[in-house]
């Protein structure tokens, strides 16, 4: 898996590409994970490269985001494939996580 990974003073885009699967969450969990350890806790995930995410992939972002809270952030989701939203639908963390249509949108909610 890809993950670009954009730093800025204010907040820090991360964009993985390909699947999130079991086999990708662990890369995904030390880039999260690394960047809220160095004050990078406010973020947004921009998920249009994901086109698939299972249980390894939702666990990984519900733990970076109580990281991330708890360090003062939080993690923000935008960009939401069809198949990848409704199993945030169906899971219900639809309604738990800050989900934007487009990065505009979730940078904007920081300001």
Known sequence: MDIDVTQSSEVTVVAPKGDLDMAAADQVKRTLTGL??????RLVMDLGGVGYIDSSGMGVLVA??????????????????????AIFEMTRLIKAMSVHP???????SWR
């Open 64 to 85: 970076s985001m109580k990281q991330a809270r708890a360090a003062g952030g939080d993690v923000r989701l935008c960009g939401l494939q069809e198949d990848v939203r």
């Open 102 to 108: 487009t990065r505009q949108e979730a940078l904007a």
């Open 36 to 41: 809220i350890g160095q004050g990078q806790s």
